[in-house]
């Protein structure tokens, strides 16, 4: 049965985009009712009719709901007294000296990390063409290489000869190209000599260095995580730099998926990342003639979205476009847009910005903020 203790734990990935504290830090979850599987989340926020409350709302039943052992999630929303408010700001503002300077991506960027339970299905090609779809549909997007030896962006992009540069504050600028930015290992490993240094940095520490010293455009609104395959440690890392990074699991067509169900269940728990939905990759092949094969199996996508309660968002067919632009630095949704696997990304894309909405940059909160400002200058003025 699920505890106060895990959804607690994923409630500090709703965060206050513009104070850059989650809501129990903040003080804003007043209670949490477990009945079974049926969860009650109580929150105050700072005034009832806060603009941010849907998206607080979806972000708290999202996290919730993916939970093992829970079946629904109820949100109760009130408002908070004047003496919760000042309490709620004082808190924050201690914060904001406390954390001086986490990690150099906007607390307003929603993070997205492409992960999977097992390597070689495609999450290379699908961080790419999915951070390439969305930036498409008019967003600012950045895309992070966390694999950190087996690299394969730069190949994907066609930037292998490019290197990244470092700024006036030694902050490396991130390489520009499709319309996104991106960073890599791949970008920065020029000789035997930077390769084996970068080999003796812990995984986790390598993806701390692209969060903390890589100038990421502040105004991302998404900022896309290409996973390594296997362990625990940067999903763990990403958590706790970014707790409002979310995932989206890849997976094949084969069915008895359940082992993968059940190790992506539990690198979510014990990350506190929510999976905000699954997608199939190499769903069946067609021939030119039309001839369709289910090469690797079929049902495996939506067997494990059932697995998760999450929505399965695409199924991409295999697609030799998606191997030759891969290999050429010519992704498949900007190379070939009308192609089959191209539609499934972009309707993935859709989907995904649709269900983890661009932060908004205004909140109650920030709100009250300016007012609170005003007052004690007022109050600084008469004394
Ligand atoms: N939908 C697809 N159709 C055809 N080939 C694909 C598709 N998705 C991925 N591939 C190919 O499969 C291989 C592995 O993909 P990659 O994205 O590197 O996987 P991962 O990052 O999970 O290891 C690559 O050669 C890639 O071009
Ligand atoms: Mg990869």
């Known amino acids: 049965m699920v505890n106060r203790t895990d959804i607690e734990g994923v409630l500090r990935g709703v965060i206050d985009p513009e104070l850059g504290a989650d809501i129990v830090e903040l003080g804003m979850l007043r209670d949490i009712a477990i009945a079974g599987g049926d969860v009650t989340v109580s929150i105050a926020l700072t005034i009832a009719a806060c603009p ?44 904001a000296r406390e954390d001086a300077e986490p990690t150099m991506v906007s607390p307003l960027t929603r993070v997205i990390a492409v992960s999977s339970g097992k390597g070689g299905v495609g999450k290379s090609s699908l961080a790419v063409n999915l951070a390439l779809a969305v930036a498409d549909q008019g967003f600012r997007v950045g895309l992070l290489d966390a694999d950190i030896w087996g690299f394969s ?6 930037a292998l000869d490019a290197s990244l540069d470092a700024d006036d504050e030694r902050k490396i600028v991130p390489f520009e190209g499709h319309g996104i930015q991106f960073v890599s290992t791949g970008l920065i490993v020029e000789d035997e000599g930077t390769a084996l240094m970068w080999r003796g940095l812990m995984l986790s520490k390598a993806l701390e260095q692209f969060l903390r010293d890589v100038r990421w455009d502040s105004e991302l609104d998404y900022l896309f995580i290409d996973m390594p395959p296997g362990t625990g440690d940067v999903q763990m890392a990403l958590s706790r730099l970014l707790p409002q990074a979310e995932m989206v699991v890849v997976t094949t067509p084969q069915l008895a998926a359940q082992r993968v169900a059940a190790r992506v269940a539990d690198m979510a728990r014990r990350s506190h990342m929510p999976v905000v939905g699954v997608v199939e990759n190499m769903s069946g092949f067609t021939t030119e003639e039309g001839r369709h094969y289910e090469l690797f ?22 697609d030799p476009h998606v191997v030759e632009g891969g290999d050429h630095g010519r992704p498949v949704v900007r190379a070939h847009p009308d192609s089959p696997a191209a539609e499934a990304v972009a309707g993935a894309a859709a989907r995904l910005t649709e ?6 940059d ?17 109050a600084a003025g008469q004394a």
């Not at 205004?362 to 007022?378: F, P």
């Open 52 to 95: 941010m409350r849907d998206q607080i709302e979806s972000d708290v039943v999202r996290r919730v709901v993916g939970l093992p052992g829970v079946d629904s999630v109820n949100v109760e929303v009130g408002a908070m007294t004047q003496q919760q408010r000042s309490d709620l700001m004082s808190t924050a503002r201690f914060k």
């Open 153 to 158: 962006i730069p190949r994907m992009l066609g």
């Open 355 to 360: 269900l983890v909405p661009k932060a908004e």
């Open 297 to 318: 199996g079929s049902g495996g996508g939506q067997q494990l979205a059932d697995e998760l309660a999450v929505p399965l968002l695409a199924q991409v067919p295999l």
């Open 362 to 378: 205004e909140t109650c909160t920030a709100r009250i903020a300016v007012l609170a400002q005003q007052l004690e200058e007022m």
